[in-house]
Each structure stands twice: as C-alpha cells, then as structure tokens.
C-alpha cells in the first residue's frame, strides 16, 4: 500500500491549495519545503516539495499519481474541481481499455500528470 507520493513544485502555497481544495484534504506535516496533503496520517497521502536542491521541479515523462474517483461522476467531479483550480486537461474523461476502466487526466500547476479514475 502507497504511504504517499511526492511531487516537485515551484510555488509551496499554490501547490498546498490546490491540492487541499481538490481533495478535501488539509496540510498535516509542513516543514517548509515539503507539505504533505491527505485525510489522515493513516490514509494514503500527496506530498509536495520544492526539490532538495532547490532546483526547478521537473515532471516525469511516463509518470503519473492515479486518485480513485469512486465513481465516473466521482472521477468527473474531480476532474472538473482540477481543471477550475488551475490544471490543463491531458485527457478528457472517458473509457478506456475496452470500457473496463474509465479516467481523466490532468497536468497540475506545475506540469505533474494525474488521473482521476474507476473501474466498471
């Protein structure tokens, strides 16, 4: 089970926003230059940090943190919330693999990929 993912950001307080208001999660460790984001310490969470040395963040090509949605109109829902909080679309909602798996994408703020998804 995933503890927590982190990403590389530019902007602390922008990213600690987006992320609280898109998850309906709040701050619960914040050491300056990294935040971690979630419901609990119990639950899986995103953490966010301008990088250790303190150079410009750089999105993976290929990599990708996946939130379940719950639901399609959860995933919709989320997707929706991020691209009203600032992300650009990378993928408009949708099935995917043969209608087995539905998803959205998005690129945050600082160019990171995520999906907002659910299995049928």
């Known amino acids: 089970m995933i503890g927590y993912t982190t990403l590389g950001v530019k902007d602390m307080d922008a990213a600690k926003k987006f992320y609280s208001e898109l998850l ?37 090509n290929g990599n990708m943190v996946a939130f379940r949605g719950g639901s399609r109109e959860g995933a919709d829902a989320l997707y929706n919330k991020a691209m009203a909080l600032g992300a650009t679309c990378d993928g408009a909602p949708g099935s995917r693999i043969e209608g087995q798996f539905y998803g959205a994408y998005v690129k945050d703020p600082d160019g990171n990929k995520l999906c907002f998804f659910d299995f049928s």
């Open 24 to 60: 309906d999660a709040k701050v619960l460790v914040d050491v300056g230059r990294l935040a971690m984001i979630g419901k609990s310490m119990g639950e899986p969470m995103i953490s966010v940090c301008v990088p250790y040395n303190e150079e410009d963040p750089h999105p993976g």
